[in-house]
């Protein structure tokens, strides 16, 4: 339907024309121009596209009036416009947070989880206009768009099952006479800062578990998806959260500046960041003066690894999953992918063959696979590591090219061999559809050419050796290992990295501590003799 609207201009002429028509200075002027009218009467519930922040159970506009346009990058055009916050309007809903704190640490477990489990509900009931919001904003297929909504939902199931379950120990004193307890309580207000790649599942991955801890949070959407998070403030409102427990600021050019109202703030205790190691080190040393507890979610370049004595069908599948998922636009992407010798061309064929047959395009257009990148700098770094392969000897097997026919944000699927260390690809994230494919003789070689790299996430490998999947499982520098299998996301299982991937984990059972303290209590002068009376 939304491809419908704008066949009126093709997506080159898009861009400018649609540009002058609007000259947003304010929330209301954006909403009477025709495309961000048509683009919200194309969801179900047109009320689920909201262009302004969510702060104490308010719907409000920056106080400067500033908002920032946000496109549709399949396109080019613009889909709407958000508040541009500023490091006042962040203070407003770090008091928010604040001031909700009191009330809502002291709800029983049971009683935020049902909150949680409403939340979750209305996210599965909305599924399709989440979705829809996901493809507009984030350029995903509309496939994966609904594949994220489960995902990002279920982060909200899991820590309502959490919620009611967060309690301490009791431990032996080595004094006599003394009784030690401890209480697991909320760390205080949370600063969230999540990135554009899973518009939904970054937030609710760090919402869910602080909301069960019994947190408040101060969520900063990312400049190039808000409309997203947006939508969840208004289903969280819908399921009875109360006011200022989850406020969300957006941000475009102030990004800087509420990123520091949140590391400097006192009153702040946590900051939970998803995104690159080079803003998650910065954020780092802005909040080393109030010493918050942290959790950092960075950059990976996984390695791939393909023995001579994989299922080369498994691998195959397993390696177009890991590589080209969200068009190689997730951390977890295998960035590197090495392959033994021995199997190295039949791969590489089957590999290319599979490849060939996906279909790029705007996410909502039937049969498309894989969408656009998400910028035009994204399509810079990807030109950038297919040319260096090049210059330096790599052969291209399908793919290599931009797709200006597209729009200015695609790019080929591209699978490249007779890669070599020293290329660009091999040290630095690509965070697009370029697979390279390395050759290497044996498994220490290998697992020294995985483990030279300064970030450590995610480590993939196919084997049917028993030994060596254990052997090479431990080895790996990462904090999350594939063997056999190239999808290793999952809310039950632990998410997060070593070395500068950050550290904290996401998720799971250990998901919850990240916004937990733990509190010793000593009981003196307990125990000793019956007494007679
Ligand atoms: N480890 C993980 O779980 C994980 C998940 C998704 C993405 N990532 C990483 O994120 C990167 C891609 O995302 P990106 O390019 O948007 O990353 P980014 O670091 O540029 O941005 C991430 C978030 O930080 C914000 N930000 C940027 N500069 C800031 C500043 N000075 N102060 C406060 N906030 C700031 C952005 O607005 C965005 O919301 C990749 O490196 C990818 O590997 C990691
Ligand atoms: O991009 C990083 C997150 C990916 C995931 O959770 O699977």
Redesign the pocket.
Known sequence: MKRALLTVLSPHAARPALRSQIQPTNHLRIMSTPTARRHAHTLKDPSLFKQQCYINGAWVDAKSGKTFEVEDPATGTVIGTMPEMSKEDTQTAIDAAAAALPAFRQLPGRQRARMLHKWFQLMMENQEDLATLIMWENGKAKGDAMGEVVYAANFFEWFSEEAPRAGGDTIPASTAGNRVFTIKQPVGVCGL??????PAA?ITRKIGPALAAGCTVVA?????TPFTAAALAELAHRAGIPPGVVNIVS?LKN??E???A??SSDIVKKVS????????K??MKQSSDSLKKLSF????NAPFIVFNDADLDAAVAGAIASKFRASG????CANRLYVQSGIYDDFAKAFTEKVKQFKVGPGDQEGVTHGPLIHDRAVSKVKAHVADAVKQGGKVLTGGEAMPDLGANFFQPTVIRDMKPDMQLASE?T?GPVAGLFSFESEAEVVKHANNAEVG?AGYFFSKDIQRCYRVAEALEVGMVGVNTGLISDVAAP???VKW??FGR?GSKYGIAEYQIIKMVTLGGMGGDLQGS
């Open positions: 800062i999540t990135p554009w790649n899973f970054m900063k959407s990312p400049g190039e941000s990004t800087a509420v990123g520091s949140l590391t960041f998803t995104g690159s190691t080079g803003v998650g910065l954020l979610e960075l950059g990976g636009q997730t951390c977890v994230e965070f996430l998410f997060g990295g991937s950050g996401e």
